[in-house]
């Protein structure tokens, strides 16, 4: 990109036809190479000035120039490939205003996923060809008139010229026909106020009881992403959404869905039957639903965990914060940031029912050890992370261990987002593994177990590649090119497809870890496999002060923690609870050797009594269930709600007698009260 234009501006000067092939055909080639990539040039570029169209038009003029430099100036065919060239462009314009109104007429004021939009009669959005990429699809049309251009300036043959400047038009006024018949009325989505009222309608008849609400980044869709199968065992739930991307990371769920981002519109929206609100983060828009009286509003969070932000002084504005056991509330009583006592509830963790218990024994001949470090947070705190000062250390000594360890590296989702240096060491650790994998796999003390773990783990692969394909299958449901509105008029569940998705993901997971040898490491970076997933395939984990070891703590399996802010052992317990059976690690990763001494023999295990009791006081009883404390803490919620609310409506019914307003005692304004009520009487 970088050398084909000037190249092209200097075979347009020199003048040399074939110098001039060449490098426009590399502009061309590196054009799309990077639009398909999804590079950041391409940003950078529209930043700057130079975006596609600036581009395009560059390469155009060049082509003039040639022209005038080859002596062709006044021939005609210069004249015809200017007005091909303005030509073009005015229905660039066209073609480009066409599919905005488009786009905008077919925008939903909300979007939503299992919520009956049929009484709007949506109609189908066009057709994938014409809307995806437009801009550079109606741009490249100008290939015909660049090249009859060109072939008519090196053969002498005009005719080429016209017939490649006809087809570039004609191709230019065919596009914008193909267009134009889609903003018809009967094609575009029904007026904002129309589509509102039918949600509206149809949260009157599906009555909500319990409301999600999320909203954030895309990136942190992964917090109201935990809470779905819990959401799904709820009585009439419903999750409201406030920002597009998030929709669109939205994991399939049968739980009906709304997504909101104007404030005024969720101020408006029929949500009278709700009673209970859940809040998955502390964020400025949760302000929206919180005004609202007739629901009692909880702060639920997406981890349990000793950081700052579990305690957040915001909290205060809910009635109530659920916590997963009693190390919550101390935590709060300890912080003193305004939240009382008798407005915390501990419900446990829903979420953990994957998490299996530890058997005890290794799961593979040799163990594996999950290294789950948190992200480097908002601010500068060593102790955010282990990545940055210990995370290299980490690894290296589990890679140089006396007796081999696997290791499986899950970094935060996070990871890199505001500190490049953390980006950076992922990015190390991550060929540290690789390369040992590599050695490993030349090493004869493996040779064995890769022959005869071969098949296996080929057909592990195959069942991967077939269980995906299907996934891939169940997910692309419907055609092509679906924009937001026909999504939300076709979204609605099939539990049976929801049921067979769930059977084919954990399939793919067992699959997954066959897939590769028990002696070879992982970096996991996507979705799957999941969090819990690489819990029950670990054998030990090392982590930070986050939920992360909290939720390990479930199952009961020796874990480590990094003191990176280097407190010392004794102050790093006192101030993190999740830690208090934890091996503790410096930042050169001092203590490793007993967490592995504590997975290859029980014996060794010194803090297992102990992992066992902090289980119970982080996240609360095994019985009953926390789902089952979950629901009955909504239903003792969504009661105070109801007499809340029918207290309201029988004060405002009472006739002012009854409410102790006399009549005969002085008033607003009446000089009598005025008297008695001034500071100062004559």
């Known amino acids: 990109m970088g050398l084909g234009y000037p190249c092209v501006m200097l075979a347009a000067l020199i003048p040399n036809l074939w110098f001039f092939a060449v490098s426009a055909l590399v502009t061309y080639v590196a054009d799309r190479y990077l639009h398909q990539r999804g590079s950041y040039l391409i940003n950078r570029l529209e930043k700057v000035r130079a975006g596609i169209a600036i581009r395009f038009l560059a390469r155009q003029l060049l082509l003039i120039l040639l022209l005038a430099r080859l002596g062709l100036s006044g021939m005609r065919l210069t004249y015809v490939a200017i007005a091909a060239f303005l030509v073009f462009y005015a229905l660039n314009t066209v073609q480009g205003a066409l599919v905005t109104l488009i786009r905008k007429r077919r925008s939903m004021p909300v979007v939503t996923r299992n919520v009956d939009l049929g009484a709007l009669h ?84 599906y009555r909500p009881r319990t409301v999600l609400y999320f909203s954030g980044s895309k990136e942190s869709a992964y917090q109201v992403n935990m809470w779905l199968e819990t959401m799904e065992q709820v009585e009439r739930p419903l999750i409201v959404l406030r920002e597009r991307g998030i929709a669109n990371q939205l994991a399939p769920t049968s739980v009906p869905v709304i997504c909101v981002p104007g404030g005024t519109n969720l101020m408006n929206l029929e949500l009278s039957t709700v009673r209970v609100a859940l809040y998955a983060a502390n964020v400025g828009k949760n302000i929206h639903l919180l005004r609202v009286p007739t629901m009692k509003h909880v702060f639920i969070g997406h981890g349990d965990s000793d950081k700052i932000a579990s305690v957040n002084p915001y909290s205060k504005v809910y009635d109530e914060v659920w916590t997963a056991g009693r190390a919550g509330r101390d935590r709060y009583a300890l912080a003193d940031v305004g939240v009382r006592d008798d407005d915390i509830v501990e419900v446990g963790r829903p979420q953990l029912a994957p998490i299996k218990p530890w058997t005890g024994t290794q799961k593979n001949p040799v163990p594996t050890v999950l290294y789950a470090p948190t992200w480097e947070g908002w601010d500068d705190n060593p102790g955010n992370t282990s990545l940055l000062l210990a995370g290299e250390n980490i690894v290296k000594r589990l890679l140089e261990a006396p007796s081999p360890v696997r290791v499986v590296y899950k ?199 102990r992992r066992a009791e902090l289980k119970h006081y982080l996240l609360g009883p095994d019985e009953p269930t926390s789902i089952e404390q979950f629901n009955a803490a909504i239903d003792a919620l969504a009661a105070k709600a109801e007499a809340r609310n029918a207290g309201v409506a029988k004060r405002l019914s009472e006739p002012e007698e009854a409410a102790g307003l006399d009549d005969s005692a002085p008033g607003p304004g009446d000089p009598e009260r005025d008297a008695h009520d001034s500071p100062v009487r004559g």
């Open 411 to 609: 970094p935060h989702p996070f990871t890199g987002i505001r500190d490049k240096r953390a980006k950076a060491v992922h990015q190390r650790i991550t060929e540290l593994l690789d390369a040992d994998t590599a050695a490993r796999a030349a090493d004869p003390r493996w040779k064995e177990a890769e022959a005869t773990t071969r098949a296996e783990r080929q057909a592990a692969a195959e069942t991967m590649a077939r269980v995906q394909a299907r996934l891939d299958g169940l997910a692309a449901s419907g055609r092509a090119g679906r924009d937001e509105a026909e999504v939300s008029r076709l979204s609605m569940a099939d539990q049976d497809r929801l049921d067979e998705a769930k059977r084919l993901r954990a399939e793919w997971n067992e699959a997954y870890w066959r897939s590769f040898g028990w002696w070879e490491h992982r970096t996991v970076t996507g979705a799957e496999p999941r969090l819990y997933d690489c819990f029950n395939e670990s054998d030990a984990m090392v982590s930070d002060i986050s939920s992360v070891v909290s939720d390990f703590i479930a199952s009961g399996k020796p874990y480590a923690v990094t003191d990176s802010a280097g407190i010392g052992e004794a102050e790093f317990r006192r101030q993190n609870t999740a830690v208090r059976a934890a091996v503790i690690l410096t930042n050169d990763a001092r203590g490793i050797d007993e967490l592995l001494a504590a997975v290859a023999d029980p014996a060794a295990d010194r803090l297992r009594e």
């Open 122 to 205: 949506i109609a189908s959005a066009p057709p994938r060809f014409l809307m995806a990429q437009s801009v550079a699809k109606m741009l490249h049309l100008d290939l015909p008139m660049e090249i009859g251009v060109f072939v008519a300036a090196a053969t002498g043959t005009f005719l080429y010229g016209y017939a490649g400047a006809a087809i570039s038009t004609g191709l230019g006024l065919l596009y914008i026909l193909l267009l134009a018949p889609n903003l018809r009325r009967r094609r575009i989505v029904p007026p904002a106020p129309k589509v509102l009222a039918a949600i509206d309608e149809w949260l009157r008849a």
